[in-house]
């Protein structure tokens, strides 16, 4: 049995995935090191999610940066990182899962990760990781499984064309929804 067929790895694998995509972020950002509570591994999606997400990230920059100040959010404590980010991922998948809204987690889970450290709170990286491994067994387990776990992504890479049209519809998605919950949160406030 392979490490994506396991349904009770799904998670695992989904906090594997996040933790090797914030660090590549990092690295590639030329960001401190985190201080790390633990070290996930690695997997042999990583890099496949990571590559398909910089490519959003570099399409839509205005969607993948600054996402708490968008959402009017301080990273002040483990609660609210936790809280705000499934919010958000909550309204990411309202209407469904597809491998691109699973790819945007990662981003957007990157970027919150990335603001943790850039507002002085590297410690909470170790809660968005926990978040999209709890997300992911909550929400998206299920789906992961009937797609065949995660290696059910690999060949979406091989039909690039297809793959390109999901990202952009997605990304649209996620730009509406960025500012249904900036214009929500302005409405509590």
């Given at each position: 049995?392979s490490?994506?067929?396991d349904?009770?790895?799904?998670?695992?694998?989904?906090?594997?995935i996040?933790?090797?995509?914030?660090?590549?972020?990092?690295?590639l950002?030329?960001?401190?090191?985190?201080?790390?509570?633990?070290?996930?591994?690695?997997c042999?999606?990583?890099?496949?999610?990571?590559?398909?997400?910089?490519?959003l990230e570099?399409l839509?920059p205005n969607v993948?940066?600054d996402?708490?100040?968008?959402i009017?959010v301080t990273?002040?404590?483990?609660?609210v990182v936790?809280?705000?980010?499934?919010?958000?991922?909550e309204?990411l998948?309202?209407?469904?899962?597809?491998?691109g809204?699973?790819?945007?987690?990662?981003a957007?889970?990157?970027?919150?990760?990335e603001?943790?450290?850039?507002q002085?709170h590297?410690?909470?990286v170790?809660?968005?990781?926990?978040?999209?491994g709890?997300?992911t067994?909550?929400?998206?387990?299920?789906?992961?499984?009937?797609?065949?776990g995660?290696?059910?992504?690999e060949?979406?890479?091989?039909?690039?064309?297809?793959?390109?049209v999901?990202i952009i519809?997605d990304?649209?998605?996620?730009?509406?929804?960025?500012?249904?919950?900036?214009?929500?949160?302005?409405?509590?406030?």
């Open positions: 049995m490490l994506s067929d349904v009770d790895t799904i998670a695992d694998v989904a906090k594997i996040c933790d090797y995509y914030i660090t590549e972020k990092l690295l950002k030329r960001k401190p090191k985190r201080k790390r509570k633990r070290c996930y591994g690695n042999e999606y990583s890099e496949c999610f990571r590559r398909a997400g910089h490519v570099r839509y993948y940066t996402v708490s100040r968008k009017s990273m002040t404590s483990s609660t936790k809280t705000d980010l499934s919010s958000v991922l309204i998948f309202r209407d469904g899962v597809t491998w809204k699973i790819v945007s987690m990662f957007v889970s990157s970027c919150f990760a603001e943790c450290i850039q002085g590297s410690e909470f170790d809660d968005v990781i926990d978040c999209v709890t997300f067994a909550v929400h998206l387990r299920e789906w992961l499984t009937k797609e065949g995660w290696g059910g992504f060949p979406l890479l091989e039909e690039k064309k297809e793959f390109k999901h519809v990304v649209l998605g996620l730009l509406v929804i960025f500012i249904l919950v900036l214009a929500l949160l302005l409405l509590l406030r």
